[in-house]
Structures are given as C-alpha cells and as structure tokens.
C-alpha cells in the first residue's frame, strides 16, 4: 500500500495490494484494487495469473484460487485464470467447478486446445455425448484446419452410442475435412472416414476406406488399431 501511496502509477504494486487484500478476506477491498490497476495499466494483469501459479505449486491451493478468481475479472487474464481453476478442481475430483471453469474459458477461446482436452476427458467420463459434440462442434468451427477437433467431432458424430448426436452427414462432411488436411495418410482419421460412410450407408466406400485405413496401420505396425480396424470391417460385411 506504501507503495501506491508514494506513487499511484506504480500498478504492479497496485495488483500485489489486490492479492494480499483477497487473501485477507477483503474482497471489496481487491475488487477495487483491481478495477483501478486494470483502469490504469491492463497489460500488467499476468501478476495475478503469475501469483496463483506460484501459490498453486507451493500447495496453497485455496490461496491460489482466491487469486485466480480474482483474475478472472481481468478479460487479458481470464481465460488462463479459468483454465488454472478448473484444472485445479478437476484434480481434486470437483467435476462441476471444473466443467464450469473450463466451460467459461470456451465460451471466449472456443479453440482452446487445454481446455478442449480437459473438458472433453470430463464429459466422456460422464458420458455426456451430446456435450462432447457441442463443444467439439465449437472447437472446429473456430478452427477449421485443426486435425485433432475435426477428427474427434466426426468420430462422436459417426460412432456415438447415442442415437440423438450420431449426425451421419455432418460426420461425413467433417471427415473429409480431416482427411484432407492429413493428406490422406493417417491410418485413425481413415477409420474415422470409413465409419463416417457406413452411418450415410455408403457401405461399398465404407469397406475400401476401411481396407486402406487398415494397411496404413499395419505398416505402421500398429496392432491395436489392426485389431480395431479389422473388427471394423467385419461389421461392415
């Protein structure tokens, strides 16, 4: 505080007040440290990011998440400071602070690539298909030429065992999309291609997509997609 007393420009001083107010219990107090230094210097929000980070690993989990809920009043700082939270809740087995926190980071970044991967684990766990599909859908509309999001969405879209979000055309259409940007190379994403046709019945496409997948694995030597890939023609016999 002496620091801003003598200087009120100094905003580094101005966010490290913001921290010690929040982990006194003075959350008014913070809030308006805060709204002041993001007021007079927003680049300087990563402190707060940085200070919960330092708590964080220094197990002082409930300190850290104090501070990175105060960054998340910071548009520059919040999507890391949801990512931290809902990290640290998925860890300690909060599902729903976690899904809340990793949600709320989407809903800015829908690319997010951390936060996909975290929220995807979470929702598959649950079985949560056709929340899987929402924000898979989000991910490869925000970006397109992502071969990890087009392949995870044609898969749930072509494979899911639930009737309500297997799409068979969308499927197709964003398996070609990864396709294409594998160059029509990768063994899993050829898989995918095949399943994409078999749920539009176009099961003579299905069956030599399938058959191609299957060589490019077994080049790779990869036995387990070997086995799947097999067991997947099978099915279309």
Same mark, same amino acid.
């Given at each position: 505080r002496r620091a801003l007393e003598l200087s009120p420009a100094f905003e580094k001083? %101005?966010? #490290? @007040? @913001?921290?010690? /107010?929040? /982990?006194? &219990?003075?959350? !008014? *107090?913070?809030? *308006?440290?805060?709204?002041?230094?993001?007021?007079? =210097?927003? $680049? %300087?929000? &990563?402190?707060?990011v940085n200070r919960g980070v330092a708590l964080s690993k220094q197990s002082r989990a409930a300190e850290a998440e104090q501070v990175f809920e105060l960054a998340t009043m910071i548009a520059s700082s919040a999507d890391e400071a949801h990512y931290n939270l809902g990290a640290m809740a998925k #860890? @300690?087995?909060?599902?729903? !602070?976690?899904? =809340?926190?990793? $949600? @709320? /980071? /989407?809903? +800015? +970044?829908? *690319? !997010?690539? %951390?936060?996909? *991967?975290?929220l995807s684990s979470i929702y598959v766990a649950n079985r949560r298909s056709a929340d899987l599909a929402r924000i898979l859908r989000g991910a490869h509309a925000a970006s397109p030429q992502n071969l990890k999001f087009a392949f995870s969405l044609a898969q749930i879209l072509s494979s899911s065992s639930d009737d309500t979000v297997r799409n068979g055309p969308e499927a197709l259409r964003v398996a070609q999309i990864a396709d294409r940007i594998a160059k029509h190379q990768d063994a899993e994403v050829l898989a995918v291609l095949a399943a994409a046709y078999a749920e539009n019945s176009r099961f003579d496409e299905a069956q030599s997509t399938a058959r191609e997948a299957l060589s490019r694995a077994q080049a790779a030597n990869r036995q387990g997609l070997v086995s799947q890939i097999e067991a997947q023609i099978a099915g279309y016999e």
């Open positions: 001083a %101005r966010y #490290n @007040a @913001a921290v010690v /107010l929040v /982990l006194m &219990g003075k959350s !008014d *107090a913070a809030r *308006a440290e805060i709204e002041e230094a993001v007021r007079r =210097k927003p $680049e %300087r929000a &990563g402190v707060l #860890n @300690a087995g909060r599902a729903v !602070d976690a899904v =809340k926190h990793f $949600e @709320a /980071l /989407l809903r +800015t +970044t829908p *690319a !997010d690539e %951390r936060g996909i *991967a975290a």
